[in-house]
C-alpha cells in the first residue's frame, strides 16, 4: 500500500492541478497493447506520413518493467533496418535476439543502460535516431520531457484505440494518428521475408 501510495504522489508532483492524465484513475492496472503484433505495418505508414523512407528509420527502444513487448517489437522492425537502439535495464535479456539479428540481417542493434538514457537529453545529436518508442508505464518517468523533431510514441502511457472499422488512433506526443489496421486472424508476427512472402501467398 505504501509503495502504491509513494507511485501516486510522483504523479501528481510531476503534473500540475487539473492537469492530471486520465490514466492516474488506473495507476495499478497494467496497460497492454493489442496492436504490438501490427507494429511493422503500424510504422509504416506514420514513417510515410512524416516522409521518411524505412531505410532511414532509426528507432530507439525505451525499455519498461517487462522486456517482452520490447523484444517483439524490435524483432517486428529489425529487418531492412540500418540501426537500432535499446535503452534497457537488463541488456543480458536483448543478447540472443542482438546475436541473431546480427547473423540474419548484418545489424548490430546498440544496446545501452536506461542510466545513461536519463543522463541525456533525447533531442540532442547525441542520441541519433528519429522515431522514440516509450514502453514504459505511467509508474516510470523519464527526466527529460523534450524530444525535440524526434517523433515520440508512448506504447502504454497513452491507450491505442480503435478507430472504426479496421483503423487504429495511434498516439504521437499530444497528437493522434489514424492508421490501417488488419483483423485479428491476419496477425501473424513474421521475422523474415521468407515467412511473409509465404503467409501472403497462404
Known amino acids: 500500500m505504501i509503495k502504491y501510495v509513494k507511485k501516486l504522489f510522483q504523479i501528481i508532483r510531476i503534473y500540475p492541478k487539473n492537469e492530471y492524465p486520465a490514466q492516474i484513475s488506473s495507476v495499478k492496472q497494467r496497460h497492454n497493447n493489442p496492436f504490438l503484433p501490427q507494429i511493422r505495418e503500424i510504422m509504416e505508414q506514420i514513417l510515410n506520413l512524416r516522409n521518411i523512407p524505412y531505410e532511414y528509420f532509426i528507432p530507439i527502444l525505451i525499455d519498461g518493467t517487462d522486456s517482452k513487448p520490447v523484444l517483439l517489437t524490435a524483432e517486428l522492425l529489425g529487418r531492412d ?19 541473431n539479428m546480427y547473423k540474419e540481417q548484418g545489424l548490430i542493434p546498440e544496446i545501452f543502460s536506461k542510466d545513461s538514457l536519463k543522463k541525456t537529453d533525447l533531442s540532442s545529436e547525441q542520441v541519433c535516431g528519429n522515431v522514440i518508442l516509450d514502453f514504459e508505464e505511467w509508474e516510470e518517468f523519464l527526466d527529460t520531457p523534450d524530444y525535440g523533431k524526434k517523433i515520440y ?50
Open 81 to 99: 533496418l540500418n540501426r537500432i537502439l535499446i535503452f534497457t535495464d537488463r541488456p543480458e535479456y536483448f543478447e540472443e535476439y542482438a546475436e
Open 153 to 202: 510514441i508512448p506504447v502504454f502511457k497513452k491507450h491505442w484505440e480503435s478507430a472504426g472499422n479496421l483503423d487504429i488512433a495511434v498516439p504521437i506526443g499530444y497528437n493522434t494518428v489514424i492508421v490501417k489496421g488488419r483483423r485479428p486472424d491476419e496477425i501473424r508476427p513474421f521475422f523474415d521475408k521468407f515467412e511473409q512472402a509465404f503467409y501472403k501467398n497462404e
